[in-house]
């Protein structure tokens, strides 16, 4: 079984919907993570939660806002982003905060 | 400032020769981690290897390789004899022990193998 998920591995939406992207880990990690790829652009981390709480928050603007129900679950809830939003978004796992990170395949968001 | 410099961008070579992709890293942490990451199309990170500061002896892996250098703060990566499922996007990264273990990637290089 892969050892991260996520759902949906593609998605179109408008600046005014609603939207949410699920990370799903199958590995008895305690720590996840959201990254956002651009395009040119290194990867940035986004989100940190360790046993369900979150741990960092890298200065991501507020129409970004990440749920950790669970340390198998992660949510990243999105309202009214902007087309710059655009990006490939990346889940990860890892044992605790600072060892190694297993990723998802990623959620490719496209903002019109 | 970059932390981590992957100095080629792209790389493009025939089926069977070997590449070797630059990882230069900056820290003043003695305890650090390094780290190389595949990305193929599909998008997922792959992770390869992760090797810490303590630990300078060259790794092998199949048809991987790694180079730790501290002395010149470089930790390259070999393919040799690379095939076609190689081609991919590499990425080099460090966490510190300053920056709480966090991921700094570099801007990653793209490796075209040609059949």
Redesign the interface.
């Known amino acids: 079984e892969t050892g991260v998920t996520q759902t949906p591995r593609h998605l179109v939406m408008g600046m005014t919907n609603k939207k949410s992207l699920k990370c799903e880990q199958h590995l008895g990690h305690n720590a996840m993570y959201w990254y956002k790829q651009s395009a040119k652009?290194?990867?940035e981390?986004m989100f940190?939660y360790s046993l369900e709480e979150r741990v960092?928050n890298n200065s991501v603007p507020s129409r970004f806002s990440p749920e950790c129900p669970n340390s198998s679950h992660l949510f990243l809830h999105l309202h009214t982003l902007q087309p710059e939003d655009s990006a490939?978004y990346?889940c990860?796992s890892s044992l605790g905060?600072?060892d190694?990170?297993?990723?998802?395949?990623?959620t490719?968001l496209t903002v019109l | 400032a970059q932390k981590v410099t992957q100095a080629q961008t792209e790389i493009s070579v025939v089926e069977k020769e070997d590449v070797t992709l630059d990882c230069v890293y900056e820290t003043r942490d003695t305890t650090y981690y390094l780290?190389w990451?595949k990305q193929p199309p599909?998008?997922?990170?792959?992770?390869l290897i992760?090797r810490n500061s303590f630990d300078e002896q060259n790794e092998i892996s199949g048809r991987y390789s790694w180079n730790f250098q501290k002395s010149t703060s470089s930790f390259n990566f070999t393919i040799t004899a690379s095939q076609v499922v190689d081609s991919a996007v590499y990425?080099c990264a460090l966490?510190e022990a300053s920056n709480?273990?966090?991921?700094s990637?570099?801007?990653?290089t793209t490796v075209t193998v040609r059949a």
């Open positions: 652009k290194p990867l981390l940190v960092e490939l990346l990860a905060v600072g190694t990170q297993y990723f998802g395949p990623g490719r | 780290f990451y599909s998008g997922e990170l792959v992770f992760r990425f966490s709480d273990y966090k991921l990637f570099g801007a990653g």
